[in-house]
C-alpha cells in the first residue's frame, strides 16, 4: 500500500512560479513510476511530468517543456514538481500516482492517486 500526499497548490499571476509536493508512504520503493497528472475543468487529464524512482526524469510532456521541473528528494521519499513561467493554461488540479507498472501509469490508470492540489494561474 502506497499513500500521497500533495501539497502546494495555489493562485498565481502568469508568468509566476510554484512548487509541488508529493509526499510519498507506505510500501514506495524503486521500482515505482512516480508523477504528475492534471485535470481542468472539462478536459481529460493529463500526464505532465514523469520520473522513475530508480532511474530518474522519464519525460515531460511537450506543454510544460522548459518551464516545469520534476525532482525528488529520495531520503525523505518527496516528489517534486517546481513549476515556472506558468501561463493561464496551466490551471487544473494537479495530482500526484505511483505504479510499478509502466503502461499502467503512464496512461493515467495507476494504482495510486493523491487527493490533488488546486494550481490557479490568473492573466
Known amino acids: 500500500q502506497v499513500h500521497l500526499l500533495e501539497s502546494g497548490g495555489g493562485s498565481v499571476q502568469t508568468g509566476g512560479s510554484l512548487r509541488l509536493s508529493c509526499a510519498a508512504s507506505g510500501d514506495i520503493n524503486s521500482r515505482y513510476y512516480m508523477g504528475w497528472f492534471r485535470q481542468a475543468p472539462g478536459k481529460e487529464r493529463e500526464g505532465v511530468a514523469h520520473f522513475y524512482i530508480g532511474g530518474g526524469v522519464v519525460g515531460y510532456a511537450e506543454s510544460v517543456k522548459g518551464r516545469f521541473t520534476i525532482s525528488q528528494d529520495n531520503t525523505k521519499n518527496i516528489l517534486f514538481l517546481q513549476m515556472n513561467s506558468l501561463k493561464p493554461e496551466d490551471t487544473a488540479m494537479y495530482y500526484c500516482?505511483?505504479?510499478?507498472?509502466?503502461?499502467?501509469?503512464?496512461?493515467?490508470?495507476?494504482?495510486?492517486w493523491g487527493q490533488g492540489t488546486q494550481v490557479t494561474v490568473s492573466s
Open positions: 500516482a505511483a505504479d510499478t507498472v509502466y503502461s499502467d501509469y503512464i496512461h493515467g490508470a495507476s494504482r495510486y
